[in-house]
């Protein structure tokens, strides 16, 4: 999972319907206007691969806790503090990153995978980010990745659901929904041209923060993971807050190969090396 640590890390809030009203965090996002009823909200930085350039006199006003690498695949280690911490389930992108004169000028997938966007739950954080990375294990990315055709309407990831579940004393419980991939609200090309977008816009604003500042203040990383929102949780999940002990699994799944009964059986017996899924199994400490 080091192999990482040059990414720039971003997600993207709001992207799936009703999850941040199950989340509790749609009241952070009341003064923020959106195109579409059920555009994203914004975009956040999780990890930023460097910290400021004195030369290039950017002024980083990003919290250095963003500066630690969050990402591992076997763990998520709760934060010290007695906070409510809820598992993310979704998934995330690793993009190549283009740049003229400057600027960000391209966003282009390259491979996909089950990603854990694992977040404190803590009203009247001042910015989305604050929730977002603690320290080491934070975070959650899968060791398998697919690689992206297109990232247009016939391509792979059109075929791909996602699932989740919390196993806890024993006992498996689904946390999210099984959801396909199309049922992002933004998705495909309209998802890059919006993030580029916001991207090279958003301001220090609300919940939201600089990110075209910060990038140039990472010296414009040439690669980055970006998380595409959450998807709505189960009834279980929305009330399911990790303790110790607890073990996270989030599926993303080839189902025109696979059926939600196979996925479901792999995760039963703990054995993942089907082709036709990336999957992410983290243990809570």
Same mark, same amino acid.
């Given at each position: 999972m080091a192999k990482y640590k040059n990414f720039l890390g971003l997600g993207v809030a709001g992207n799936f319907a009703l999850h941040l009203d199950q989340a509790g965090e749609a009241e952070d996002f009341k003064d923020i206007e959106t195109s579409e009823e059920f555009a994203p909200k914004g975009m956040f930085p999780f990890f930023l691969p460097r910290q400021q350039n004195p030369v290039n006199k950017?002024?980083?006003?990003?919290?250095?806790?963003?500066?630690? @690498?969050?990402? =591992?695949?076997? %763990?998520?280690?709760?934060?010290?503090?007695?906070?409510?911490?809820?598992?993310?389930? &979704?998934v995330a992108l690793i993009c190549d990153m283009e740049y003229t004169a400057g600027k960000l000028s391209k966003?282009?997938?390259? @491979?996909? =995978?089950?990603? %854990?966007?694992? !977040?404190?739950?803590?009203? =009247?954080?001042?910015?989305? !980010?604050?929730k977002k990375n603690w320290g080491h294990e934070s975070k =959650?990315? !899968?060791?398998?990745?697919? &690689?992206?055709?297109?990232? $247009?309407?016939?391509?792979?990831?059109?075929?791909?659901s996602i699932c989740s579940f919390l196993r806890r004393d024993g006992e498996l419980h689904a946390y999210g929904e099984d959801a396909e991939l199309t049922g992002y609200s933004y998705f495909h090309e309209k998802l890059i041209d919006w993030m580029f977008d916001q991207i090279s816009t958003q301001e220090d604003f609300g919940p939201l923060e600089p990110l075209s500042e910060y990038i140039s203040a990472c010296d414009n990383p040439k690669e980055a993971i970006i998380s595409i929102g959450a998807t709505r949780y189960t009834e279980y999940g929305e009330k399911t807050f990790l303790n110790v002990g607890d073990e996270t699994i989030v599926v993303v799944y080839d189902r025109t190969n696979i059926s939600s009964? &196979?996925?479901?059986?792999?995760? &039963? $017996? !703990?054995?993942y090396e089907n082709q036709y899924m990336s999957v992410l199994a983290q243990k809570v400490v």
């Open positions: 950017v002024a980083l006003h990003a919290k250095t806790i963003l500066t630690t @690498y969050p990402l =591992g695949a076997d %763990n998520i280690k709760l934060p010290k503090e007695d906070v409510k911490v809820q598992a993310e389930p &979704e966003i282009i997938p390259r @491979y996909f =995978g089950a990603y %854990n966007d694992c !977040s404190i739950r803590v009203a =009247g954080a001042d910015k989305i !980010s604050d =959650g990315f !899968s060791n398998k990745i697919i &690689e992206i055709d297109k990232f $247009s309407k016939g391509g792979v990831m059109d075929n791909y009964k &196979e996925v479901l059986e792999s995760i &039963e $017996s !703990s054995k």
